[in-house]
Each structure stands twice: as structure tokens, then as C-alpha cells.
């Protein structure tokens, strides 16, 4: 069974930086498809961005440009790079395995806090 972890998150001002991470163990990661999802307090999950099995990744309009997402196979982890983070960046971030949030297989999520 897949188990994904997320990590990095944290409290930053607008402005920062910040690195998010999906891992897992037991099985690899570049099998399946990656996407990023995020659920801020009194709204609706929300895409974020993904990466298929064959590198092609997509983003939201409201992140294109500030994030990037990648695959790290050594250590069996794709990385979502957070930068110009904006106080509407502030919630819980995902990872599953697909693009489209129908997977069984979620991590527990890591907060993101943008906030001077």
C-alpha cells in the first residue's frame, strides 16, 4: 500500500520561500503521477499542480510562475519549490497520487502560514 508523507511546511512572511516534500516508502514514487493539493480554512480543496509518470507537469493560474514541482528519484520524492509567496498561499497542503484528486492515497498534509 502507498504512504505518502509531506513535509516543509512552515510559517513565512510574504515574500519567502518554501520547499514542500512528498516521500514515500516501500514503493516508488515515479510509478505513479504526483499532484499537490491544498485546502485553505472555510474553502474547497483546490489543485495545486502535478507531475506525470513522463515529466509533463501542469499548475494553477494562481501559482504559474511561483512554483515549480519536480521529481527527485534518488530520493524517491517530488518536491513542489514555493517562491513570492502571497498570504492566499496559507493552507494545508497535499500530496496523492494523481493529477485529479481521486486517488485513495494521501499523505497527512503540512500547513503553510504566509503572514508578515
Known amino acids: 500500500q502507498l504512504q505518502l508523507v509531506e513535509s516543509g511546511g512552515g510559517l513565512v512572511q510574504p515574500g519567502g520561500s518554501l520547499r514542500l516534500s512528498c516521500e514515500a516508502s516501500g514503493i516508488r514514487l515515479d510509478y505513479y503521477a504526483i499532484g499537490w493539493f491544498r485546502q485553505a480554512p472555510g474553502k474547497e480543496r483546490e489543485a495545486v499542480s502535478c507531475i506525470r509518470n513522463d515529466g509533463s507537469t501542469t499548475y494553477a493560474d494562481s501559482v504559474k510562475g511561483r512554483f515549480t514541482i519536480s521529481r527527485d528519484n534518488s530520493q524517491n520524492a517530488v518536491h513542489l519549490q514555493m517562491s513570492s509567496l502571497k498570504p492566499e498561499d496559507t493552507a494545508v497542503y497535499y500530496c496523492?497520487?494523481?493529477?485529479?484528486?481521486?486517488?485513495?492515497?494521501w499523505g497527512q498534509g503540512t500547513q503553510v502560514t504566509v503572514s508578515p
Open positions: 496523492t497520487a494523481d493529477c485529479h484528486g481521486f486517488s485513495p492515497y
